[in-house]
């Protein structure tokens, strides 16, 4: 029977869990054992006594588990010192941040590791219940639009009062994918007058069917568009003509919510130091790309900054903060991937009738999608800037 550790999270600051009691009890009964290390869920309002209630055991941190498990199941990557221990053959799945990982694909090809690096999935309609970037996307850009709303200096709804009518705030969003979009409807729904910037003209329906104004990007003939459900890249020739286009949209702004970003890349900086001094004092911006460099100037990531009376929030952890239902979210698209694992291994043969084992079939879109290292090599060395050799034989 395949035997996974649930580990408690050792970043700083990282509250969420890759299982919860739901889909231990869900995968336990199709095969799957689980051991949850004590306290991994105590974050996220999942007990010890919860996760044994659905058929898990419960280790202590440090008893030898993590050289006897078939798999780990991580939100993010544990400490080297602990990867170090995971037997020849295991596999890891969770958020790996594998763009430029160099030491941790010599770790873990060193190892013999297999590894699934989940913001790597295809964006397939297959895949759509394992997207975990989608799942804490959407937690980022509600949470983005409370904080703003905390910091903001005035009401967001119009109100109509005996001393007057209070108009209601202006909301700027930088993004319609997922996080925007959601960011979007939370500002809606709290009475905010909305206008959303992207650089996909195809984004204007999804932003219209929310209530949103879309402002239509420049122009020009570099203008992005997407690959593989991700945005691309654009040409500092197409930004420049967005940052000017954005000027006048910044200065009347109340809330500005930003969440342009390319995976693998530094994000867009679409706010500069003069854009940010037209912007009124008692204004709030929220950075969601503050981690790759950010959208705005002068956001510092984990940091809340006053530049001139404008509140500048970098929130690079967002949806560690709503830990109960980020961790419900991210488990049960961990758990679609793991069910589509057993299918693969029943369709080889490699399950024993009940899907026990998990199957890494290299043909698989999904499987060739996510799969970062397998048997000492690293599968995706475009990411990482390593020679195509496998990192394991490199001198």
């Known amino acids: 029977m395949t035997q996974l550790l649930i580990p408690r999270e050792r970043q700083p600051g990282e509250a969420r869990v890759a299982a919860t009691p739901e889909t231990v009890q869900r995968l336990a009964a199709k095969g799957l054992s689980f ?97 975990v970037l ?14 703003a709303a905390a910091a903001l200096d005035r009401y967001v709804p119009m109100l109509m009062t005996a001393a007057g009518t209070i108009q209601p705030a202006r909301a700027l969003i930088l993004g319609a994918g997922v996080a925007g979009l959601q960011a979007l409807a939370t500002a809606r729904r709290l009475g905010a007058v909305v206008t959303v910037s992207d650089v996909r003209p195809a984004a204007r329906e999804q932003v219209e069917s929310l209530g949103g104004r879309f402002l239509a990007p420049p122009e020009q003939e570099s203008a992005p568009g997407e690959q593989g459900g991700y945005a691309q890249a654009a040409s500092e020739a ?23 970003q390319v995976p693998g890349r530094p994000a867009p900086r679409l706010i500069s130091e003069a854009m940010l001094d037209r912007m009124r004092p008692g204004s709030v911006l929220v950075d969601l790309a503050v981690a790759q460099g950010g959208n705005s100037a002068a956001t510092v990531p984990g940091e809340t900054v006053l530049r001139k009376g404008v509140i500048l929030i970098g929130a690079d952890a ?46 698989d879109p999904i499987v060739a999608g996510c799969l970062f290292t397998h048997a000492g090599s690293c599968l995706r060395p475009d990411l990482v800037g390593v020679a195509e050799t496998p990192v394991g034989a490199r001198s």
Not at 44 to 65: R, T
Not at 134 to 147: D, E, H, M, T
Request: glycine share 10%.
């Open 318 to 363: 967002l949806p560690s903060s709503v830990p109960h239902h980020a961790s419900a979210l991210y488990a049960r698209n961990l758990a679609a991937l793991l069910e589509h694992l057993l299918g693969l291994a029943g369709e080889s043969g490699g399950g024993d009738g009940e899907g026990r084992t998990l199957g890494l079939d290299l043909e």
């Open 238 to 260: 197409f930004l420049a003509a967005q940052r000017e286009q954005l000027a006048e949209q910044l200065a009347v702004a109340d809330m500005v919510i930003c969440t342009a």
């Open 35 to 131: 051991h949850v290390e004590a306290g991994a869920g105590l974050a996220s309002g999942f007990s010890d006594a919860d996760y044994a209630s659905a058929g898990a055991a419960i280790s202590e941190p440090g008893n030898g588990l993590w050289s006897e498990v078939d798999g780990l199941l991580c939100v993010q990557t544990p400490p080297a010192a602990l990867l170090e221990r995971l037997r020849s053959g295991a596999l890891v799945a969770g958020m790996l941040s594998p763009y430029r990982a160099l030491e941790l694909v010599e770790l873990l090809n060193r190892r013999q590791v297999s590894a699934l690096a989940l913001e790597l999935l295809p964006r397939i309609s297959r895949a759509q219940t394992m997207d």
């Open 134 to 147: 989608s799942s804490q996307a959407n937690i980022a850009g509600y949470k983005a639009v409370l904080l």
